[in-house]
């Protein structure tokens, strides 16, 4: 069966969701999620899974998730932490009240939010090296509807690779790809600028006329 994977930023298609499993930190070439911890019992009508990850993240059980809590709770397929930034654009997207933390519920849709794209990254790392490269990268874009020329897909790889060198078989080193945190941050900027510019390009012509307010203001916005 071919699945349609739509743009990042919301729901992915219900395919996604065909085989359950909680984000963890797989071996392989697997994408990242929550490093395991032993947590207390959840509270009455709590989801036992869900609170379970929220209190191995809550590390100061303040019933509420900081940033630097979620980096320290946040790693990739190769144990790498997630990087700080992809950390922050997550809190944004999901401190709903503008707290600076997230709450339960808030953590349940960020929950949510990365098992889909760990299915989004296990699709297209199709060579399962844990990472997402050029070739790979310009399909994963452009099943999401963003066509770039190579030019951006080059800059874009460049931006958001790791700076550690990957290692393939017989412990060869490869070029650095780009982690699941980072890929997760580069497919969300992609859209965010297309959406920015997109509301700017009110003719759909593809060119847009702005002063310098407004090019600082849509670039400044971007994660």
């Not at 452009?142 to 874009?156: A, I, M, V």
Request: glycine content about 10%.
């Amino acid at each position: 069966m071919a699945y349609q994977y739509g743009p990042p930023g919301g729901p992915p298609p219900n395919q996604y969701g065909q085989q359950q499993y909680y984000p963890g930190p797989p071996g392989g070439g697997a994408p990242g999620g929550f490093q395991q911890r032993h947590n207390p019992a959840p509270p009455p009508g709590a989801d036992p899974a869900l609170w379970q990850w929220f209190s191995a993240v809550d590390a100061d059980r303040s019933n509420h998730i900081s940033a630097t809590e979620l980096q320290q709770a946040l790693v990739n397929g190769d144990w790498s932490p997630f990087d700080l930034d992809t950390v922050k654009l997550l809190m944004t997207l999901f401190d709903t009240d503008r707290s600076g933390t997230i709450g339960f519920q808030e953590f349940s849709g960020l929950w949510q939010y990365i098992k889909e794209w760990q299915n989004v990254f296990r699709h297209f790392d199709r060579d399962r090296s844990g990472s997402i490269e050029g070739e790979e990268l310009k399909a994963a874009l452009s099943q999401f509807g963003y066509n770039l020329n190579p030019q951006l897909l080059q800059l874009l790889e460049r931006k958001y690779a790791s700076a550690v060198p990957q290692h393939g078989a017989y412990g060869q080193q490869r070029p650095p790809g780009i982690t699941f945190d980072r890929f997760v941050r580069c497919c969300v900027v992609v859209r965010q600028l297309t959406e920015s510019f997109n509301r700017l390009d009110t003719q759909r012509t593809g060119w847009v006329q702005m002063n310098y307010d407004t090019f600082m203001h849509t670039v400044l916005s971007a994660p």
